[in-house]
């Protein structure tokens, strides 16, 4: 980028500081979405809910179908 040409954009930088700053959460974000580990932890706490009779059988299976899904990759039915 010249000089010219950085003078002339240089009002946008707050805007592209900001469009960076928003790629760089949902990139975080996702990554801790679908991290496995994260996962396996959340599979435990729904079968100790559903073992201490905080949830029915219906909604076990709906959270982890859920939850398996997250590791899926995109277009296998995991989030878009």
Do not use: H, I, K, N
């Not at 396996?40 to 899904?69: K, M, P, S």
């Amino acid at each position: 980028m010249g000089l010219f040409s950085g003078l002339l954009t240089l009002p946008l930088a707050p805007v592209r500081g900001v469009v960076w700053l928003g790629e760089q959460l949902e990139s975080e974000a996702r990554r801790q979405w679908s991290d496995p580990a994260a996962v396996r932890r959340e599979l435990a706490a729904v079968e100790a809910a559903y073992e201490a009779g905080e949830l029915t059988e219906a909604e076990r299976d709906e959270r982890e179908d859920a939850l398996v899904a997250r590791l899926l990759p995109p277009g296998a039915g995991g989030p878009q």
